[in-house]
RNA sequence: CGCGAGAUAGAGCAGCGGUAGCUCGUCGGGCUCAUAACCCGAAGGUCGGAGGUUCGAUCCCUCCUCUCGCAACCA
């Protein structure tokens, strides 16, 4: 598919930042830029080349976090896109265009491609039961319900996620759930919606992806979209009842209310902002998204496979729009031995990146180019990687500066010292088997670089380029001009070896500009400053060429392109790190059974507390504690965690379901006695009925243990 | 349990059927033009484990163990 004859044009895309917060390393890493990078190399190559990008500002998220910061979800966006926007431009993420869906244009091209799609009957509508605040009159999304987390007991997890032990939730599964505007127990309500029928499509899918794209894909991307449509595809809900967002036309019937879901609207950010780039530039942004000779290219992260590689090419597919030739998607970058985590606070911004190192006393926008360089080295391509401070001096001092600057730095300084500061002549009747190897090594890099750019290796494709410059290395040290300079009392003609050596040099550093261009646009432009040439040498047409530095041009004096970065810096960055990190572990938790009372404490920080919020006796006289024994437990099948227990409570016996598979086996605990909370209400696990909950203690090494009477009692005995 | 990805020198990674390779680090030597930089050389791996296919496997197949995701699940 890819590497056949070159398209006539390429639309290169990366994942819309959520503009809820600041965006970290590891974002920049996974999709902005590699992005770049590709871009930066197909402008080289002077290709019609369109990348777009955006804030992505719908979803219930934005309201939540404009909750949080106590104002309106207009204003969140409105503080976030700006910030974001800036980060990127200073790390020389070039997009054409860093649009935001919130603008008419993207609401009109996300209603307009519903409308189309439903039209055409490509969507479905379906019957839903969705919690509903009676007093608020309004649907709750996820976000919007609190209640007690399943999992940790935690009293104010959310309906999708629970803050304080990081799980996902459905606001189904979550204990005494409560509206977040009223404050009230929600109620089930029918609604509408309409459903994208993924499953009529899988049959495209699986040609499209599993035959077509088997092999020019990476096999992660294609491993992901095997197991989804293996798993079988479901219609999925491309509506929302809510009115953040951009609202379903209201030509279709029973709009009223409803908004695009954000996952369908995100996308289609791409292709508003392509038209706002066209209206920016007096283009038509048509044949990017109609024409198949346009190569469309997704840049994200893997966990936005689904969405560009299922869900998004079915709807470009149903809407007449050309599919992605190529979705390389990274894996995810961890941070000095953790996962990057923004509620646990584990992670490194862009922002404070840029703060800490790239404004100008630190080191400017050079510094951008350092950590493009590391992250580029160490783009998790194939397979998680990990950011370490230490790695990344490492990166920057034995290699940029070492191999990379000092190369070209010896060069100049050489050139200025031994050929009076201008471009030597070279004499071509005295050129050599070292000489003629260094001149087609250039060449020889220029290809490699080539090949492992289009098939999107930008790790090879940048080691190519600092072992050019490890070459020159090795060409230098070998010619040894310094001691060849000693001869010339003796022998004049020796200059002209010396010429020859420095003219390869300085040209092999014209050269390294090129190729380094599309990872380090800084360091680029710095070389052709040094260099007193113009900007155009950096055509990609010019690499290869020993012909780019006129004869007897004199050159500026040198100037340091990198500089080392000291140990007390990066001990410093990991002390900020470590400092500012949230600790995980729940302060106290010693309490797995118990049964808090879901607070109705809106407003509060989702933070673990060592002490639940009071309760009045009344509220504790509600919960039935009875002491029962277990007279069978069994493993429950699919279920990691689940085993499945027969509890003689005296006046009956019960099945209750309990988590602790992971902490004991069933023929263990068979004749334990054991507290169970008796009037819970049933609920259904892996389809099986629990009727009752045991209560667990867990102790600082996260191990499970009973609460249970000292001494063997009657079965039935009531606890209080 | 299921699905996906991974497990290769001290660290980080490449290789994916034919005498195990790169970068950093370590050790020894050389050079001194250069940001104590550069160049040369060495040590260091039974390629997670067990089977199998093959003339031959790190690379293919099967099973197992562990890690990371997803899903499930957490009463």
Wanted: proline share 5%; glycine share 6%.
């Amino acid at each position: 598919m890819s590497n056949q004859e070159t398209p006539k044009r390429y639309l290169i895309t990366a994942a819309l930042p959520y503009a809820n917060g600041l965006k970290h390393i590891g974002h920049l890493a996974g999709a902005y830029l590699p992005a770049d990078t590709y871009v930066r190399y197909l402008r080289a190559q002077k290709r019609d080349v369109v990348f777009v990008c955006g804030s992505d500002e719908h979803g219930t998220a934005i309201p939540i976090q404009a909750t949080k910061e106590g104002t309106t979800a207009q204003a969140i966006i409105d503080k976030y896109h700006p910030i974001i926007e800036q980060n990127f431009n200073d790390l020389g993420i070039s997009f054409d265009i860093y649009h935001r869906t919130s603008d008419p244009i993207h609401h009109e091209t996300a209603r307009e491609f519903f409308q189309s799609l439903n039209d055409k009957g490509d969507l479905i509508t379906k019957e839903s039961e969705q919690y509903f605040d009676e007093k608020a009159a309004s649907f709750l999304a996820d976000r919007y319900i609190k209640g007690t987390c399943p999992n940790c007991a935690y009293p104010a997890a959310y309906g999708d996620q629970c803050e304080n032990c990081g799980k996902s939730l459905s606001p189904d599964e979550l204990i005494n759930p409560v509206s977040t505007l009223s404050g009230n127990a929600p109620i089930k309500k029918s609604t509408k919606h309409w459903y994208l029928p993924l499953d009529r499509h899988e049959a495209f899918l699986r040609k499209w992806i599993l035959e077509e794209h088997a092999n020019d894909w990476r096999s992660t991307v294609v491993g992901q979209c095997k197991s989804w449509i293996d798993g079988g595809l479901l219609p999925r809900a491309v509506t929302r009842d809510l009115d953040w967002g951009v609202k379903v036309p209201e030509t279709v019937e029973g709009s009223a209310g409803k908004v695009l879901y954000v996952w369908f609207d995100a996308p289609i950010g791409y292709i508003s902002a392509t038209k706002q780039w066209a209206l920016n530039n007096d283009k038509d942004w048509k044949p990017y998204w109609e024409s198949k000779d346009t190569k469309l290219v997704h840049f994200i992260g893997k966990d936005n496979i689904v969405f560009h590689c299922i869900i998004f090419p079915v709807m470009l597919q149903l809407h007449g729009n050309i599919l992605p030739d190529n979705v390389p998607a990274n894996e995810f970058m961890n941070l000095e031995g953790d996962k990057m985590s923004t509620s646990r606070n584990w992670k490194l911004e862009m922002e404070d990146y840029i703060n800490d190192f790239i404004k100008p006393e630190n080191g400017g926008s050079q510094m951008a180019d350092v950590l493009r360089y590391y992250l580029t080295l160490i783009a998790p391509e194939s397979k998680d990687s990990e950011f370490t401070w230490k790695g990344f001096q490492d990166a920057n001092n034995s290699e940029l500066v070492s191999i990379f600057g000092n190369f070209i730095n010896r060069a100049l300084v050489l050139m200025h010292k031994l050929c009076k500061g201008k471009i030597p002549p070279l004499h071509a009747n005295l050129l050599d088997e070292l000489d003629k190897e260094a001149i087609d090594n250039i060449k020889a890099t220029k290809e490699k670089v080539e090949k492992l750019l289009e098939e999107y290796k930008f790790r090879d494709a940048l080691f190519e380029v600092i072992n050019l410059a490890r070459i020159g290395n090795q060409y230098m040290q070998k010619k040894e001009p310094w001691i060849v300079a000693k001869q010339l009392a003796s022998n004049p003609e020796a200059q002209k070896l010396i010429d020859n050596c420095l003219h390869i040099c300085l040209q092999l550093t014209a050269n390294l500009a090129i190729l380094i261009n599309p990872f380090l646009p800084f360091t680029a432009k710095k070389i052709c400053y040094l260099l007193k040439v113009v900007d155009k040498i950096l055509d990609w047409e010019n690499a290869g060429s020993m012909k780019l530095l006129s004869v007897g041009y004199s050159l500026r004096a040198p100037e340091l392109l990198f500089r080392k970065i000291e140990d007390e810096e990066i001990i410093k960055q990991v002390e900020k790190l470590k400092a500012a990190a949230v600790n995980k572990e729940p302060i106290v938790s010693a309490s797995v059974g118990t049964l808090p009372k879901a607070g109705p404490d809106s407003g509060s920080e989702p933070r673990a507390s060592a002490v639940k919020p009071e309760i009045v006796f009344d509220d504790f006289a509600k919960i039935d504690l009875k002491v029962g024994t277990i007279v069978a437990a069994e493993k429950v099948e699919k279920a990691d965690k689940l085993l499945k227990l027969q509890v003689d409570l005296g006046f009956e016996t019960r099945t209750i379901v309990s988590g602790i598979a992971m902490h004991f086996k069933p023929e263990d605990i068979v004749g334990k006695q054991v507290t169970v909370v008796c009037n819970l209400a049933p609920r259904k696990m892996r389809g099986i009925e629990s009727n009752g909950m045991i209560l667990m203690a867990e102790d600082a090494a996260g191990k499970l243990h009973f609460i249970n009477p000292e001494t063997a009692i009657d079965n039935g005995s009531g606890v209080s």
